[in-house]
């Protein structure tokens, strides 16, 4: 058993070495397999990574406050591949019972999550879980057995929104846009509005701390325009016609007469049966560009057309129940 002087209240006992040594810095991402267990007389299991949902590796980035600091200072302790046992003071891992249970439940729909709102409720009812709650009532020791998998540099990984400041966002947002075009011209369309949404995404929480109508949010809006237009184009292929209808919309409210705008929420309106916006949609093209007029009256015949045919089908439909 090692003692930690520089953390008092940790012992750790190495069970298996590491194979190589690893770096640690702000930032750098660190993959680890973990397993809890109560230092008691039992050795009572509390939890194990490889149990948790999909069973893969927590990943934790160092630096970023994580709400518990003890998983820090011990994981940079270690080498790649090596096991380690923490004995950890319950002064030190007050938290563990919150971060368990955010664990626990990470792979649940919000819905479906057991759910604690105040103090009061978290005194009557507790967090959810009865071990969990049991160890907010009685703190006690804990014991960490933890696998150090890999460490990743920031430099050596794709940083999530939340890690990034707002110049590195604004160049993730670009980088989405462009490889979203790239794979929408081979015809993936999930994964193309799937880069549109997370870029819509970023932007949205960049507004969200702008005064709207402000300089600065007008120009975070004016990126997200053609991000809106772009996820619209591969709903409507995807014939998901009532996302076309509300992205088209949003575009819209802040540019009136944007075409693509109009001509992608009319083709959405006649795919949802809505003949009436869809022809004030064509009509409002018509009037704003006549360079596309082949293309919009080819769009209203159709559109007539299909409205004859639903008549005649709601005709012989009246017909037939007044024949019986």
């Not at 998901?240 to 009136?256: G, M, N, Q, R």
Request: hydrophobic share 35%; net charge neutral; proline share 4%.
């Amino acid at each position: 058993m090692e003692h930690n002087p520089a953390d008092t209240g940790i012992l750790k006992k190495i069970l298996y070495a590491g194979t190589k040594p690893a770096t640690f810095k702000d930032g750098a991402k660190v993959f680890f397999h973990f397993q809890t267990r109560l230092c008691n007389e039992e050795k009572t299991f509390i939890d194990d990574s490889r149990k948790m949902g999909p069973g893969k590796p927590l990943e934790l980035v160092l630096g970023k406050k994580f709400k518990l600091e003890v998983w820090e200072a011990i994981l940079q302790r270690m080498t790649i591949n090596e096991v380690a046992q923490y004995t950890v003071s319950k002064n030190l891992v007050g938290q563990y019972p919150f971060v368990s249970k955010t664990l626990r439940e990470a792979h649940i729909p919000p819905d479906e999550r057991k759910s604690h709102c105040c103090a009061m409720t978290l005194q009557q009812e507790g967090i959810g879980h009865d071990d969990l709650n049991n160890l907010l009532k009685n703190p006690c020791n804990l014991e960490f057995t933890i696998e150090l998998l890999k460490v990743e540099h920031p430099d050596e990984y794709q940083k999530e929104a939340w890690q990034m400041n707002e110049e590195e966002q604004l160049i993730r947002v670009q980088e989405l846009k462009e490889k979203g075009n790239e794979v929408f011209k081979k015809g993936e369309l999930k994964s193309a509005a799937d880069m549109y949404a997370e870029a819509i995404g970023i932007l949205e929480r960049l507004l969200l701390r702008e005064k709207p109508q402000s300089e600065e949010w007008l120009e975070l809006n004016k990126l997200k325009l053609p991000l809106l237009l772009n996820f619209s184009q591969c709903k409507l292929n995807e014939g998901d016609f009532y996302a076309v209808i509300e992205h088209c919309s949003t575009v819209l409210k802040t540019d009136p007469d944007n075409i693509k705008a109009l001509y992608r929420r009319g083709k959405a309106h006649v795919g949802a049966w809505n003949p009436t916006e869809a022809k004030n949609d064509f009509n409002r093209v018509l009037e704003l560009d006549s360079s596309v007029k082949g293309a919009v009256k080819k769009e209203l015949e159709t559109l007539e057309q299909l409205i004859k045919a639903k008549d005649k089908a709601d005709k012989e439909k009246l017909r037939n129940l007044f024949d019986k």
